[in-house]
Nanobody
Framework: QVQLVESGGGLVQAGGSLRLSCVAS????????MGWYRQAPGKQRELVAG???????NYADSVKGRFTISMDNAKNTVALQMNSLKYEDTAVYYC???????????????WGQGTQVTVSS
């Protein structure tokens, strides 16, 4: 089995910071990329930040300059440092991993259960 577990969500004041973490565990051969998505009530799920195993990153325009994504390849973890949080950052944040469990199978996408981030004004 493959399991992605997020942590670090919570309630924070506008202008504050949170750090989200996600650990991928179970039967994993290799990870191509990991990322963070978020979904606010009534809104479409969107990519917040992504990172490849080689270290290439991309961010949603709304979080550039405020959020930083990082990955520890050895530990199969990804983190999202969120600074200068705004009310509009409030959402459920989901960890995603593009990985394969065996060398002879294709990459597939896996999701965590989500963690709530609430930013108060």
């Amino acid at each position: 089995q493959v399991q992605l577990v997020e942590s670090g969500g919570g309630l924070v004041q506008a202008g504050g910071s949170l750090r989200l973490s996600c650990v991928a565990s179970g039967s994993i051969f290799s990870i191509n990329a990991m990322g963070w998505y978020r979904q606010a009530p009534g809104k479409q799920r969107e990519l917040v930040a992504g990172i490849t195993s080689g270290g290439s990153t991309n961010y949603a325009d709304s979080v550039k300059g405020r959020f930083t994504i990082s990955m520890d390849n050895a530990k199969n973890t990804v983190a999202l440092q969120m600074n200068s949080l705004k009310y509009e950052d409030t959402a459920v944040y989901y960890c995603n991993a593009d990985l394969r469990r065996r060398s002879y199978v294709a990459y597939a996408s896996y999701w965590g259960q989500g963690t709530q981030v609430t930013v108060s004004s």
